[in-house]
Each structure stands twice: as C-alpha cells, then as structure tokens.
C-alpha cells in the first residue's frame, strides 16, 4: 500500500511515499527505484508513479503470491515478469472505461521491470549467466515496449479562458468586491494573490505554494532610471523539511523550472501589501499562509478554485463550457491564459515567431526540448480575450482598487 513517512521521529532523508506490503514492510525494489531516481523527479510526479507501481505489486500478489514482484526481480526470472506483466496489461486493458492515464500506469510498471533488471543485469559478473540476462531483458523490452493501453490520436488543444471568465474571475475575486465569495479579509487577499500571480506570471499551482514570503525582488536600474521588480521562481531556500507539514508536498517541476520572472510594479505592491497586512505572522517562510498560520497546501488552493467556480454566473459558466469543454476554472487555465496573452502580446510588438516562442520558453519555465510553445502558437490567433488586458498587461481596473491609495 501507499504511505506517506512523516513526523518528527523519522529521519529527513526517509520522509516522503513509500511503498509496504500488508504487513507493513517497504516493497523491496521500489524502495531501491525511489532511492535511485526520486532526486530527478518531481515529488508529485514520484508520488503519482509509485501508486502506479503499487497498482503493479497488488496484482502480482494475487496471481502469485506475497511479494511475487520483488521475487521475480531478484531472482530474475523472466518467466514470473513475463506472466505478471502479460496479466496485468490485460486486466488494465479490459476496464470498462480505459483512460490516458492507464497508459501512463502501463508504461510507468513496465519501464520499473525494465529498470531494475538492467541495474541487475550490470551488477553481475560478466559470464554466460550474464549474456543468458542481458538476453531476457531484451526480449522483456521488445515483447512489451510496443503494447499500449491506449493510443491517443486526438490533438489536444491549449485552450485560454474566455474573456467573460477573465472578467468574471477579476469582479469576482476583488478583496473588496460584495460579491467575493470569501468572508475573511485574509482568505479574500491570499486567493487574490494567488489568482494574479498564477494569471499575469504565469505560475505553476506548485510555484506559487512554494514561494518565499520574499520571493519579489527589487533593484534600481540606473540606465532606464527606475526601479524593476522581478520574481525568483525556485524551492524556498528558508524552508526545511520539518517546516512544511503539508501532505502533498509542492516543489519545482524541473531544473528548466528555475527561473526570474519580471513583475509589474503593481504586481509586486499587490504582494507587498498581502506580505504586509493580511499574511500575518506565521513560524514558516512560504508567502501563501493558511487559515491555521501553516503553509497553504495543494488541497485547499484546489478547493478554493472550485468554491469560485461554483460562484461565477450562469451565462459565464455557459460560455467557458462552449469555449473550453470544461464546467470549472483550475489553476492551470491561469497558466495558459496567461500563456497566449504573452505570445499575442510579443508578436504585436514585433517579434518573430521563433524569437517570441524562444522568450516564452524562458518566462514559463520549458525545457528546449518542451513542444509546449509551438502549442500556443495556435491558440493566440485566436480573438476571445481582445479588450482584457491592454498593453502593459497588468493595468487593470480591478488590480488597481486593490492597492493603496498612495501607490
């Protein structure tokens, strides 16, 4: 089963997910799997593949017994994986309802076998027991890597939020709107903060909880004479592991992910005085503080994005189901919207197309490798957002009332 290690009396380095069978022992390999590559993944993404993996483990453990999977891997016997891994494709395959996902869990399981036994394979001593492996492995990866639960032939399109959303979503959210559906001035401040952030810089859900209470920084610039802000996009430096006791940990998806993003000086006051007036005076460093003085976690932010969507008038949800597809705003459709915006705004300004997607990949945190903005490159012809923002994108009626009247 799934467990999460958590707690003072457990060290450091072992707190996170972890695989146990039913008496509560770690599954051998994936502890190993975990120790080899956690460091490279996402801890959301590490978490969402050992449930896949344990999805592999339950299975062996009805066709052939209690830790059937470990056996099979340390004993290396291709015919045991071969029979697991055959049955469990099979019985994935054969769901009433196959989704994308159930081929990401297929493939997930099957690059786990792949892995261990190669990392086996090398450690054995070069002989003919060793070629007679080297064989099986090959035969494993050509037998499986071509069998798919499902193939996915449909374009998936990136898809900004409407205009009457947008509009709706800043009315809505305004800490001083009588519409806002949060009583609380803190709660009402540090959704609006989120919201602008996620929307005009485009962050991530897990970006935005990680932030430091310091995250916007600050230096005059001699040659334009004024002063420019900008927004260090990585894992809080102030944070340790006994300081978050958020379940879902959040943390930066990759090293392309690291980052400074500028910020509007209307954005970094909107911060400010959040950081201010409403944060209060937590014992932790993340900018984002909960109702309870503890870091904001992943499963209220998720929350509070279907409490707002439930509030957004019926003809605004009509539309953003036409245009979209979808009944609800998540923080993602921030990202794109803010995404296209982008694009729209540097090709406006001039930009060649290869150079405007080159920024994008900077600003938003792609890898070269990324296919992420040729995806936007069709979805910012498109006119459903002309009149939210003007130029200088942040210049916002609603924005603007939420700031001191000094500023």
Same mark, same amino acid.
């Given at each position: 089963m799934f467990q999460q290690l958590l707690g003072a009396a457990v060290p450091s380095a072992l707190r996170g997910p972890v695989l146990v069978d039913d008496v509560g022992l770690p599954r051998y390999w994936a502890a190993v799997w975990s120790a080899m590559t956690a460091s490279q993944l996402a801890d959301s993404t590490h978490t969402k593949k050992l449930r896949y993996l344990e999805d592999l483990y339950q299975h062996a453990d009805?066709?052939?017994?209690?830790?059937?999977?470990?056996?099979?891997?340390?004993?290396?016997?291709d015919g045991a994986l071969a029979q697991?891994?055959?049955?469990?494709?099979?019985?994935?395959?054969?769901?009433?309802?196959?989704?994308?996902?159930?081929?990401?869990?297929?493939?997930?399981?099957?690059?786990?076998?792949?892995?261990?036994?190669?990392?086996?394979?090398?450690?054995?001593?070069a002989d003919e027991r060793l070629q007679r492996i080297e064989q099986r492995l090959h035969r494993l990866s050509t037998?499986?890597?071509?069998?798919?639960?499902?193939?996915?032939?449909? +374009? #998936?399109?990136? !898809?900004?939020? /409407?205009?009457?959303?947008?509009?709706?979503?800043?009315?809505?959210?305004? %800490?001083? $709107?009588?519409?806002?559906?949060?009583?609380?001035?803190?709660?009402?401040?540090r959704v609006f903060v989120a919201f602008v952030l996620m929307l005009h810089q485009g962050l991530?859900?897990?970006e935005v909880l990680l932030l430091a209470a310091d995250a916007v920084k600050s230096a005059y610039d001699h040659k334009q004479?004024?002063?420019?802000?900008?927004?260090?996009?990585?894992?809080?430096?102030y944070a340790t592991t006994e300081g978050d006791s958020r379940y879902s940990k959040p943390s930066i998806k990759n090293v392309h992910s690291i980052r400074q993003v500028p910020v509007s000086?209307?954005?970094?006051?909107?911060?400010?005085?959040? +950081? #201010?007036?409403? !944060?209060?005076? /937590?014992?932790?460093?993340?900018?984002?503080?909960?109702?309870?003085?503890? %870091?904001? $976690?992943?499963?209220?932010?998720?929350?509070?994005?279907?409490?707002?969507?439930?509030?957004?008038?019926v003809e605004v949800l009509t539309e953003l189901k036409d245009r979209t597809g979808k009944d609800a705003v998540t923080p993602h459709d921030?990202?794109?919207?803010?995404?296209?915006?982008r694009l729209r705004q540097l090709l406006e300004q001039g930009d060649a197309m290869d150079e405007a997607l080159q920024k994008l990949r900077t600003f938003f945190g792609w890898s070269k490798a990324s296919t992420m903005p040729s995806r936007y490159a069709r979805a910012v012809f498109e006119d459903r957002l002309t009149g939210v923002w003007n130029d200088a994108f942040d210049d916002r009626v609603a924005l603007l009332r939420a700031l001191p009247r000094s500023i």
């Open positions: 009805r066709l052939l017994g209690p830790n059937a999977l470990d056996d099979a891997l340390a004993e290396l016997d697991i891994l055959e049955s469990w494709f099979v019985s994935i395959r054969n769901q009433p309802a196959v989704t994308g996902a159930d081929e990401k869990r297929w493939q997930a399981g099957l690059g786990f076998v792949t892995t261990v036994v190669t990392w086996l394979s090398k450690s054995q001593v037998l499986y890597s071509q069998l798919h639960v499902r193939r996915d032939n449909s +374009v #998936e399109t990136v !898809r900004s939020l /409407p205009a009457s959303t947008v509009e709706a979503l800043y009315a809505l959210l305004d %800490p001083e $709107s009588p519409q806002n559906p949060f009583e609380r001035d803190k709660t009402r401040w991530r859900r897990g004479l004024r002063t420019r802000y900008w927004l260090n996009v990585q894992e809080n430096e000086e209307l954005t970094a006051s909107l911060v400010q005085r959040y +950081v #201010e007036n409403y !944060r209060g005076r /937590p014992d932790h460093s993340f900018l984002l503080n909960s109702q309870t003085d503890a %870091p904001l $976690s992943t499963e209220t932010l998720t929350k509070v994005f279907a409490q707002m969507s439930r509030c957004l008038p921030l990202r794109h919207t803010c995404a296209v915006v």
